[in-house]
T-cell receptor, first 115, second 120 residues
Framework: GQQLNQSPQSMFIQEGEDVSMNCTSS?????WLWYKQDPGEGPVLLIA?????ELTSNGRLTAQFGITRKDSFLNISASIPSDVGIYFC???????????????FGQGTILTVHP | DVKVTQSSRYLVKRTGEKVFLECVQD?????MFWYRQDPGLGLRLIYF???????EKGDIPEGYSVSREKKERFSLILESASTNQTSMYLC???????????????????FGEGSRLTVL
C-alpha cells in the first residue's frame, strides 16, 4: 500500500531558527497535505498542495509539492515557541482522487523549540 | 467553525471490558473516520464511514467495530479491550467528494481533540 516516510522524526531547535522537514513516497500523489498537532489537540490542516511544483505559503510556513509528485517539503522560518507540536504530511489514498477523503499519513515530525 | 467532539478525553479500562468511544460533528459532513495514533507510527485508519449505516474497514480494523446510525455521530467500539489497544484515538470528519471540490478543500479532515485510552 501507499506509505509516506517523514524525516526527521524529531527536531530540537532554538527559537528563531528555520526548520525544514520532508515527506517522500514510492507512489505518486496528486495532493499533498501538511497538518500540525498541538500538544493535547487533534491535527489541524496547515497547507494543501494540489499541483506538482506548487509552492504555497501560510505566514511563516512554506510548503512545496515535488515535481516528481513523490515528495513534499515544509519549511518554517524564524521559529517561535508555539511552533511546538507534531507535523504530519498526508496524501489521498488513491493517486487518482480523494477516495472519499481517506488519507495516508506520515509518521510525523516532533518539533521542540527552546526559548 | 467546524466542531468535532469526542465524548471522553481520558479513559482507563480493564482487559476484556467493552469500550465505546463516541464522536459527534456539527458540520453535516458525509465522511467520518476513526484513526489511532501511536508514537513513531503516525495516524492509522481503523474504520471510516461515508454515509449513515455505511462503513468500510481501514488499515487496522481487527478488534474494533463501528456504528453510524445518524449522520452526525460515529462510534468506535472495542468489544473486548486488550492492552495493545492502549492508544490515542482520533475521530475526524470531512465533506463528501463533491462538496469538498466546491469548497476547494479536498483532503481536509477536521479532527476531534482525541481520546486517550489506557487498558490495564
Amino acid at each position: 500500500g501507499q506509505q509516506l516516510n517523514q524525516s526527521p522524526q524529531s527536531m530540537f531547535i532554538q527559537e528563531g531558527e528555520d526548520v525544514s522537514m520532508n515527506c517522500t513516497s514510492s507512489s505518486i500523489f496528486n495532493t499533498w497535505l501538511w497538518y500540525k498537532q498541538d500538544p493535547g489537540e487533534g491535527p489541524v490542516l496547515l497547507i494543501a498542495l494540489y499541483k506538482a511544483g506548487e509552492l504555497t505559503s501560510n505566514g511563516r510556513l512554506t510548503a512545496q509539492f515535488g515535481i516528481t509528485r513523490k515528495d513534499s517539503f515544509l519549511n518554517i522560518s524564524a521559529s517561535i515557541p508555539s511552533d511546538v507540536g507534531i507535523y504530519f504530511c498526508a496524501g489521498p489514498r488513491n493517486a487518482g482522487g480523494t477516495s472519499y477523503g481517506k488519507l495516508t499519513f506520515g509518521q510525523g515530525t516532533i518539533l521542540t523549540v527552546h526559548p | 467553525d467546524v466542531k468535532v467532539t469526542q465524548s471522553s478525553r481520558y479513559l482507563v479500562k480493564r482487559t476484556g471490558e467493552k469500550v465505546f468511544l463516541e464522536c459527534v460533528q456539527d458540520m453535516d459532513h458525509e465522511n467520518m473516520f476513526w484513526y489511532r495514533q501511536d508514537p513513531g507510527l503516525g495516524l492509522r485508519l481503523i474504520y471510516f464511514s461515508y454515509d449513515v449505516k455505511m462503513k468500510e474497514k481501514g488499515d487496522i480494523p481487527e478488534g474494533y467495530s463501528v456504528s453510524r446510525e445518524k449522520k452526525e455521530r460515529f462510534s468506535l467500539i472495542l468489544e473486548s479491550a486488550s492492552t495493545n489497544q492502549t492508544s490515542m484515538y482520533l475521530c475526524a470528519s470531512s465533506p463528501g467528494f463533491l462538496r469538498g471540490v466546491v469548497a476547494g478543500a479536498i483532503g481536509e479532515l477536521f479532527f476531534g481533540e482525541g481520546s486517550r485510552l489506557t487498558v490495564l
